[in-house]
């Protein structure tokens, strides 16, 4: 029988991908603005805000969204890209650090609310502007499916060797040959993809690099969720999508991989 993981990949990817192929860049950032929302509502939650309270907060999502977007001059995307990066080099040292550092009571909220900003406005901004490039919905695209066999080749290139725990505290069922196996199967597909899909990239040895850090950075993204969902004390920001959990179960992984690949790509390339 399929499962319900695969079951939903199959409803969920064919509409994803015809909206990134052929609808218009506004379009696309409004879809996306969408996911973002949802995802949003799913981290006031994280935050132990009530319902109510958490659906009004959402919202501040919105406007910002709408601002980065009317503001996106290139040079602005390139300081608000470059300082998400820092902001993902920090949070992998709060990765392994936890549960040290993360601090109680009020102070915890506050800086959960900055975390929401951090993971989810970035990565809007990053895959509107990268649709938007050059040869851009292709690029999408590639990131996508980048991201998408990452995970897969993880999870079951862990689940086939298992092994040393890559950070057990925070997510115990992933291993560093899952890791492995996921840098060895997104950085593949980066570099097939892109001959296959008659992409122009930069010199091979930049672009794997750009791809290399990419599927790293989404294991980041991936493990500062499930540290908020640890400290939490739940296994799933939400229930929308079965066998996924939430809509930021699904998008974890990209929150870091979208400002890393556009930023990496367009440096590379001289977009931005």
Not at 123 to 144: C, D, E, N, S, T
Request: glycine share 16%; proline share 6%.
């Amino acid at each position: 029988m399929i499962s319900d993981r695969v079951r939903t990949a199959l409803w969920i990817i064919p509409p994803v991908v015809a909206a990134v192929l052929f609808l218009p860049n506004a379009w696309v950032a409004v879809l996306f603005a969408g996911v973002v929302w949802g995802a949003g509502q799913e981290w006031t939650a994280l935050m132990g805000w009530p319902h109510d309270g958490g659906r009004a907060a959402g919202l501040f999502l919105l406007p910002l969204l709408a601002v980065a977007y009317v503001l996106g001059d290139l040079a602005v995307v390139n300081v608000l890209l470059g300082a998400a990066l820092l902001w993902w080099v920090l949070a992998t040292v709060w990765v392994m650090r936890f549960p040290a550092g993360l601090p109680s009571g009020a102070l915890l909220r506050g800086r959960k609310l900055v975390v929401g900003l951090a993971l989810l406005v970035p990565a809007w901004l990053a895959l509107v502007v990268l649709h938007g490039m050059p040869q851009g919905p292709r690029w999408l695209l590639l990131l996508l499916v980048m991201i998408w066999l990452a995970d897969g080749g993880a999870y079951y290139t862990g689940r086939r060797f298992g092994g040393r725990k890559l950070a057990p505290r925070v997510s115990p069922g992933k291993t560093w040959a899952g890791y492995w196996g996921g840098l060895g199967a997104g950085t593949l597909t980066g570099l097939l993809g892109a001959a296959l899909l008659g992409l122009d990239i930069p010199t091979v040895g930049v672009y794997a690099g750009v791809c290399l850090v990419t599927v790293a950075g989404s294991v980041v993204g991936d493990l500062t969720v499930s540290m908020f969902k640890r400290q939490m004390g739940v296994k799933d920001t939400g229930h929308l999508l079965p066998g996924h959990g939430g809509i930021l179960d699904r998008i974890d992984s990209l929150t870091a991989a979208a400002p890393i690949f556009t930023w990496g790509l367009g440096r590379a390339q001289g977009w931005l």
